[in-house]
């Protein structure tokens, strides 16, 4: 009875020791499955945050370069039209006599043919720039009162070769009548 007992005893506590081995290995398996899936999920959230981060930036630098762009497009406008609306200023100043003087004195080589020697009136002040440049060289800037009052600046360059106006032909004043030996206009 001894020797049985002794002997269930010992069945017993293997049994028991079996039992404890395997759910050991059963919770550690558990356990690291667990722990798998954890690192798993951190490391997939991990990639994701980062993708969407690196999207976003992307996005970011799409957006801020269109705007740029856009920006850079406005500023190239607005100056062009800021130019365009000085150098429309300057020609209305022109037309309107403001700047006769330098206007007709910047090129030696060339002079008024007035619409005034045609019988069309000029203003007053354009006398003095057109006193001292001889017919004999040639014509550009021909200006025209509408009868709404706006005037009109109209550039021909027509070039006189030499002899082709009497020798002392007269220069052309303000005032002045229709000169003998200049081509009509029209």
Same mark, same amino acid.
């Given at each position: ?8 005893? @010992? ?30 999920? %951190? ?5 994701? /945050? ?11 630098? %799409? ?16 100056? /062009? ?12 100043? @022109?037309? %309107? +006599? ?7 004195? *910047?090129?030696? $080589?060339?002079?008024?043919? *007035? ?5 069309? +009136? ?15 060289? $040639? ?9 709404? =009052? ?12 030499? =002899?082709?106006?009497? $020798? +002392?032909?007269?220069?052309? /004043?303000?005032?002045? +009548? ?9």
């Amino acid at each position: 009875m001894r020797e049985d007992l002794r002997v269930m005893r @010992q069945d017993t506590m293997r049994e028991d020791l079996r039992v404890m081995r395997q759910d050991t290995m059963r919770e550690d398996l558990r356990v690291m499955r667990r722990d798998t899936m954890r690192e798993d999920l %951190r490391v997939m959230r991990q990639d994701t /945050m980062r993708e969407d981060l690196r999207v976003m930036r992307r996005d970011t630098m %799409r957006e801020d370069l269109r705007v740029m762009r856009q920006d850079t497009m406005r500023e190239d406008l607005r100056v /062009m039209r800021q130019d365009t609306m000085r150098e429309d200023l300057r020609v209305m100043r @022109q037309d %309107r +006599g403001l700047q006769w003087g330098p206007l007709l004195r *910047a090129d030696a $080589a060339r002079c008024v043919v *007035a619409l005034q020697s045609y019988g069309v +009136g000029l203003p007053r002040n354009v006398g003095h720039a057109i006193d001292n440049v001889p017919l004999h060289r $040639a014509a550009d800037v021909l200006l025209c009162h509408l009868p709404s =009052g706006r005037s009109v600046i109209s550039v021909s360059l027509i070039t006189f070769p030499p =002899g082709r106006l009497p $020798a +002392g032909s007269p220069r052309l /004043m303000n005032g002045a +009548g229709p000169q003998p030996g200049l081509p009509s206009p029209l």
